[in-house]
C-alpha cells in the first residue's frame, strides 16, 4: 500500500502496537538492473521510502515473483512515496526497476 505522510505516521503507530520491533535497515540504489531486497532472517514486514532527484515516475516495483518487472510494467515509484510489504513470501518476491534516469534510493526498515 502507498500512503501519504499522515497515513505513513498512522502506520508506524499501528506497527509499534501490533508488536512488530525494527531490527534492520537497508539502503537500495534503483539502477536499470533488477534488483531485489535482501531480507534479514526472521524479517515479517518492511516499510519504505523512495527517495529520488526527478518528480516523475522513477521506479517500477512487484512482489508477486510470476512477473518480471520493466520499465512500464509494474507499480509505479515517485519521490516520497512511502509503502509497506507484509510476509516474508513478498519480501523475498520483490523486484525493483528503475523507469527514468536520475538518482533514486530505496530506504528500508526491516521488522520482525
Same mark, same amino acid.
Given at each position: 500500500? *502507498? ?11 499501528? *506497527?509499534?502496537?501490533?508488536? +512488530?520491533?525494527? +531490527? ?17 532472517? /526472521? ?9 529520488? @532527484?526527478?518528480s ?7 512482489e #508477486? ?14 519521490? /516520497? #512515496?512511502? +509503502? @509497506?510489504?507484509? @510476509? ?5 518476491? +520483490? ?6 534516469? /536520475?538518482?533514486?534510493?530505496l ?6
Amino acid at each position: 500500500m *502507498i500512503y501519504t505522510p499522515e497515513q505513513a505516521l498512522k502506520k508506524l503507530a499501528q *506497527i509499534a502496537s501490533n508488536g +512488530f520491533k525494527a +531490527f534492520s535497515y537497508q539502503q537500495l540504489t534503483v539502477t536499470g538492473t533488477l534488483s531485489n531486497l535482501t531480507v534479514p532472517e /526472521g524479517s515479517r514486514y518492511a516499510l519504505i521510502v523512495v527517495e529520488s @532527484d526527478i518528480s516523475t515516475i522513477c521506479a517500477r516495483y512487484l512482489e #508477486t515473483g510470476q512477473t518480471t518487472v520493466s520499465s512500464g510494467i509494474g507499480m509505479p515509484l515517485l519521490n /516520497g #512515496t512511502v +509503502f @509497506d510489504i507484509e @510476509d516474508m513470501q513478498n519480501l523475498t518476491s +520483490f523486484q525493483v526497476i528503475q523507469e527514468a534516469a /536520475g538518482t533514486h534510493k530505496l530506504n528500508i526498515q526491516y521488522y520482525k
